[in-house]
């Protein structure tokens, strides 16, 4: 389920509730298509809002007209504090998917 959006300039960071935790992942503004290869999970709604929102800095950033590095250096203090605080840093979804794939393997060779 969406939950929320930072906006960037050439993405959306979307916050959608996933079975494991909340999934950060890049929709393409051009195209809106999705980018779930690049997607990290978090644990915790706080980090993944935190994520998506420093993600969406860091875009706005590389925009020299928009350039505004205290807004980022803001950003990463809030995105670093709720890691600590947390201890939620998130994993990438490429991670959590080879590791089921490698469970699922496991299952295989036991059963056979």
Request: glycine residues 8%.
């Amino acid at each position: 389920m969406f939950i929320a959006a930072s906006h960037g300039l050439a993405f959306d960071y979307e916050v959608i509730e996933h079975p494991e935790g909340y999934l950060v992942r890049m929709r393409d503004l051009e195209t809106g298509e999705a980018d779930d290869d690049g997607a990290t999970l978090f644990r915790t709604a706080t980090a993944a809002f935190r994520y998506a929102d420093l993600a969406a800095s860091v875009d706005r950033s590389l925009d020299p007209a928009e350039a505004a590095e205290a807004d980022v250096a803001g950003e990463r203090a809030r995105y670093a504090t709720a890691v600590a605080t947390l201890g939620d840093g998130g994993v990438p979804l490429s991670v959590l998917d080879a590791h089921r794939q490698a469970e699922d393997a496991a299952r295989r060779r036991r059963l056979h």
